[in-house]
């Protein structure tokens, strides 16, 4: 049981001083902490899952042949190659004013329709994503279909420039997580120097307690139920407030649709672990507590 | 619930062998202490102070062990006894110690309750014991007092009452009578004896030279300078009774 039962009778051997130490606010604030941690974490993991899947078998085939009716033609005929092949789940030609418009951008005019940019020599773009499984089996066919159909095209898989991205996003989710551990140590950590302090303070009583047979479990429990209760009061506090502010971000998340932000999100396994994370930490605290306690007591006759 | 083994018949309820005592690196400050406590007998024990008494009465109330020697309680060799089955052994014991040692955040009813609730008995069965104790002490009606408002007099009742209430086999009790008057010193003493009656082995530590007088077949240790004179059962005081 995380926090023991212990009769009304002796809960009174502990003089009542809940929340008069600094432990459940520092407990408060560990797990404020930790929760924000975590759930960048699992934001963060998610989102370079996201990327990754969504990178991991595409590629774009850039034709750059001179001769525009040419390269229209080639950029068709590679449609329609790779439409027909069995590695490929989808092709599609990029049209060319989806290239002008996205130009436009940079051009300075939104819509694309720049007489200048029309004019530029823009490549055919034909984006492939592979059927999953043998990816580099997948790219040496297409590889051979690029060379039949538009010799001297270039093959760019997004994983090259998207890559490192996801790569920056995961080592930050592992940070997160890293955190989160370190946060679970130093809350342990603050557990046992209270349980320690506790046993300090308390020692005329449990000296006495011991003389008059009470054993170490019947001892530790008191203690250990105290410890719990209060180390819960910070847990409940800090996992409040951690809401509080998640909540907020996700209201302004909310807004957010472009880009990588968008792909960043807790998800249903993510927010119970947000949950759970408050139950273990009560069960740490108080398991901390117990072995504490039981190894400080072992030391008194 | 006590894991402890009844003494076998004629067996004596504590023996010490041989026991010496030292704290740290220094000297012993008990030698060679060797001695044993007849179940149902009365002892006092006298010294000079700093003869080493309460060092004596740790290890009889099993909060020290020795540094050597053989020490027996109840017929089990307490020496190698693993610490967990100590609590069973103390339960059996009760102690009354010179500076009381009450819980100060419980009352007086609690601390004399004490006992009887580590030992599992429930709050039904207990509330009739504590209720007469405390008038015995003469302290019912100051029963949801706390120590700190008590006299020194009346917390040395509380703690002689805690000591007592669960019919202890061995009552160990260190200057049980030094801050109560005459009259008290004399009807907690009658108690000691009515324990003692009832099959309690009692051994009380005092200076108080009256005392020792008061009771009738009484057996006597003195310490000296760490080492015991006038073993149980070698000498009787006061030697010159009239």
């Known amino acids: ?301 | 619930m006590t894991d402890a083994a009844p003494i076998r018949p004629g067996g004596a309820m504590v023996e010490f062998s041989g026991v010496g005592l030292r704290y740290g690196p220094d000297a012993e400050i008990l030698s060679d202490i060797s001695f044993n406590l007849q179940p149902g007998s009365f002892y006092f024990l006298t010294g000079a102070s700093g003869a080493g008494k309460t060092s004596l009465l740790k290890m009889l109330y099993l909060a020290q062990r020795p540094s050597r020697g053989i020490v027996r309680l109840f017929g089990e060799d307490l020496v190698a006894m693993p610490r967990h089955r100590l609590p069973g052994f103390r339960r059996r014991i009760g102690v009354v110690f010179q500076d009381f040692r009450l819980i100060p955040h419980l009352s007086a009813r609690d601390n004399i309750a004490l006992p009887l609730r580590i030992a599992g008995v429930s709050e039904e069965d207990l509330a009739g014991p504590v209720g007469e104790m405390l008038s015995w002490i003469g302290l019912g009606e100051r029963a949801d007092a706390f120590p700190p408002t008590l006299s020194g007099g009346e917390q040395q009742r509380v703690a002689i009452a805690r000591a007592v209430i669960a019919r202890p086999q061995l009552l160990v009790a260190d200057e049980p009578t030094g801050n109560v008057d005459p009259d008290m010193a004399m009807r907690l003493l009658g108690l000691f004896e009515a324990l003692n009656r009832l099959g309690t082995t009692v051994v009380v530590a005092t200076h108080d030279i009256h005392l020792i007088s008061r009771i009738e077949n009484a057996q006597m240790m003195r310490l000296e300078k760490g080492r015991l004179f006038d073993p149980t059962g070698a000498l009787r005081y006061p030697p010159n009774r009239a």
């Open chain 1, 1 to 301: 049981m995380i926090i023991p039962r212990v009769p009304v009778q002796h809960r009174r051997l502990l003089p009542d001083r809940r929340l008069s130490g600094p432990t459940p606010w520092i407990i408060a604030i560990l797990m404020m902490l930790t929760l924000l941690s975590a759930a960048a974490g699992v934001g963060l993991a998610r989102s370079a899952n996201a990327i990754g899947d969504a990178i991991a078998g595409r590629v774009t085939v850039q034709i750059v042949t001179a001769n525009p009716v040419t390269r229209a033609e080639q950029a068709a005929a590679l449609r329609r190659g790779a439409s027909a092949a069995p590695f490929v789940r989808s092709a599609r030609a990029v049209e060319r004013e989806e290239l002008q418009a996205m130009l436009g951008q940079w051009f300075g005019s939104a819509e694309g329709d720049d007489p200048m940019l029309r004019s530029l020599p823009l490549p055919a773009l034909v984006d492939v994503d592979f059927v999953g499984g043998d990816r580099a089996g997948a790219m040496q066919a297409l590889e051979a279909l690029v060379a039949r159909e538009a010799p001297g095209a270039r093959i760019i898989p997004h994983a090259e420039w998207l890559g490192p991205v996801a790569r920056l996003i995961r080592s930050l989710a592992w940070i997160a997580a890293a955190l989160v551990v370190l946060m679970a140590l130093a809350s342990a950590a603050v557990v046992i120097m209270t349980a320690r302090a506790a046993l300090g303070t308390h020692y005329a009583t449990i000296e006495m307690l011991h003389l008059i047979g009470a054993t170490d479990r019947q001892i530790a429990r008191l203690f250990q139920r105290r410890i719990a209760i209060d180390t819960a009061y910070g847990i409940a506090l800090g996992s409040l407030v951690a809401a509080a502010i998640l909540l907020l971000v996700g209201w302004q998340w909310a807004g957010v649709t472009a880009g990588l932000a968008a792909t960043a999100s807790l998800g249903t396994a993510g927010w119970a672990l947000l949950l759970a994370l408050p139950l273990l930490a009560i069960a740490l605290a108080a398991l901390t507590a117990r072995q504490t306690l039981l190894a400080a007591l072992k030391k008194i006759l």
